[in-house]
């Protein structure tokens, strides 16, 4: 079968489909659900998917609010990523709901190809909770939910105010590393009026931890960024502080610039240690590795949309932050394009406005288009056997790139 009656048979599934998934779009941006707590949106994709005749794993790989749908058989294995995880107050302030969307479309389409051609090649839809801050992708490449992949896709939505007209996405988005760590401070408790000196004052160890790295912020690269909050710190006035936590997140260009940074900003935890005389325990998170996309697939991806429409690389800071996307591609060659809402400033994502603009008929089609040339990307790695030993080729020379970076 010709590529372009492929790309016919994607657009066509997706098209005749689009109740189905406008209902599931509306139904998870009407109910937002916090990491790890998507029950909601995992029975919705679990229905919907079943009705139109795929089997379904629900509560995959040991996580209650992950799914997995496949189709195909032999050949390649590529997988679509389904986001759907909000934030707290905001709700989908991140367009997750869009995710979802445009990724079970994609998934749509390239089962409809796969079906009506009879080639080999397998399509999987995986529900991916918990990238709020809970690295739900990192317990399913923990749970192998990866494994042999040809490639990982997916889309997602950022403020459209700051790329120009009639631009309306990006292919090739970077993404910053994130090392995460809570510090606790253990000190001892006193009466700080009648007995002041018999305590030891975790909270002045929190303090001059802050102060070192508020220093240490002049000395680190222009792409990098540590910034930290007060879990815990102190209860009354009178009492001296004995158990204070901080939250700090590192950020740098690549995973091993993280660490290295990472390594930095913990002498300052250790020294405000021993200069209070606290005992410093430091209790690590789920980190995300730097997003390092394939420049073959994003390629693809422009060719793919609407010409003139989609630009290779990120102009400025349209989509900024982390992502656990980023530990995706480590794992095989990844996707991670980026498409624009209709925005104001001060709209971009995690805000109220951007909530709203995510719950749009009109960012709702822009997901579906999005969806369409993602599908005509992952289907080409699937068919085009020169194309995915491409796409491979270029993944192994960039993981001795990432593993070399300083």
């Known amino acids: 079968m010709a590529y372009q009656n492929f790309t016919d048979v994607i657009a066509s599934e997706i098209e005749a489909r689009l109740p189905e998934i406008s209902a599931l779009?509306?139904?998870?941006?009407?109910?937002?659900?916090?990491?790890?707590?998507?029950?909601?949106?995992?029975?919705?994709?679990?229905s919907t998917l079943t009705a139109l005749g795929f089997k379904v794993t629900p509560h995959a790989y040991g996580i209650p609010t992950s799914f997995v749908a496949e189709?195909?058989?032999?050949?390649?294995?590529?997988?679509?990523?389904?986001?759907?995880?909000?934030?707290?107050?905001?709700?989908?302030?991140?367009?997750?709901?869009?995710?979802?969307?445009?990724?079970?479309?994609a998934f749509l389409g390239v089962a409809a190809a796969l079906k009506v051609s009879g080639l080999p090649g397998r399509v999987r839809l995986l529900g991916t909770p918990a990238e709020e801050g809970g690295g739900g992708k990192l317990k399913l490449i923990?749970?192998?939910?990866?494994?042999?992949?040809?490639?990982?896709?997916?889309?997602?939505?950022?403020?459209?105010?700051?790329?120009?007209?009639?631009?309306?996405?990006?292919?090739?988005?970077?993404?910053l590393a994130n090392v995460k760590n809570k510090v606790h401070f253990r000190g001892r408790e006193a009466h700080a009026a009648i007995a002041p000196w018999e305590g030891v004052n975790a909270l002045d160890a929190v303090c001059l931890s802050y102060n070192a790295i508020a220093m240490l912020r002049q000395q680190i690269r222009p792409d990098e960024r540590i910034h930290g909050v007060f879990r815990s710190a102190g209860d009354r006035p009178n009492v001296t502080p004995a158990d204070?936590?901080?939250?700090?997140?590192?950020?740098s260009g690549t995973r091993a610039r993280a660490n290295a940074l990472w390594e930095r900003v913990r002498k300052c935890f250790e020294g405000a240690a021993i200069a209070t005389g606290c005992q410093m325990?430091?209790?690590?998170?789920?980190?995300y590795a730097d997003l390092r996309p394939s420049r073959a697939l994003c390629e693809e991806y422009v060719k793919a949309m609407p010409k003139g429409t989609v630009i290779m690389d990120e102009p400025g800071d349209?989509?900024?932050?982390?992502?656990?996307?980023?530990?995706?591609?480590?794992?095989?060659?990844?996707?991670?394009?980026a498409f624009a809402l209709r925005t104001k400033p001060g709209e971009a994502n995690h805000t109220k406005g951007f909530t709203a603009a995510a719950g749009t008929e009109e960012s709702f089609q822009a997901a579906m288009e999005c969806a369409k040339g993602m599908a005509v990307v992952g289907l080409k790695v699937l068919t085009d056997d020169v194309f995915a030993e491409k796409v491979q080729k270029e993944w192994n020379e960039d993981m001795k790139l990432a593993a070399e970076s300083k």
């Open 244 to 251: 204070c936590t901080v939250e700090y997140y590192v950020r």
């Open 71 to 105: 189709f195909g058989s032999g050949g390649r294995l590529i997988t679509f990523n389904a986001e759907y995880d909000a934030l707290p107050e905001i709700g989908h302030a991140c367009g997750h709901n869009l995710i979802a969307s445009s990724s079970l479309a």
């Open 318 to 337: 349209f989509l900024a932050g982390s992502t656990d996307m980023g530990n995706v591609c480590y794992e095989c060659p990844g996707f991670h394009a």
């Open 281 to 287: 325990e430091v209790e690590p998170l789920n980190s």
């Open 25 to 46: 779009n509306k139904h998870i941006h009407a109910n937002p659900e916090l990491a790890y707590e998507e029950h909601k949106a995992h029975d919705a994709f679990v």
């Open 142 to 175: 923990a749970a192998g939910a990866y494994k042999g992949c040809a490639a990982s896709l997916m889309v997602h939505p950022g403020p459209g105010h700051k790329i120009p007209e009639p631009i309306r996405g990006v292919a090739c988005v970077r993404m």
